[in-house]
């Protein structure tokens, strides 16, 4: 089962939704996703392009997820 994890970012007026992860790149599952998915976005953020943005929520999806504004 694909499970994918997605943060909604916010930089002021802008926000977007941005694909974290799924279990096909780092093996995570549903209960790996709930449990441990806000320190899997720090990191995530500490160490990529958006930094400086803010978290404003999160998700664990069942399948492959494409970002809204991006279908």
């Known amino acids: 089962m694909l499970v994918t994890l997605v943060a909604l970012l916010c930089n002021g007026q802008v926000c977007l939704e941005k694909v974290v992860t799924n279990s096909e790149q780092s093996s995570i599952s549903m209960m790996d996703c709930s449990v441990h998915a806000q320190m899997g976005i720090a990191e ?28």
């Open 44 to 71: 995530w953020l500490q160490n990529g392009p958006y930094r400086t943005w803010r978290l404003e929520s999160y998700k664990c999806v069942l399948g492959k997820y494409t970002p809204k504004g991006q279908a």
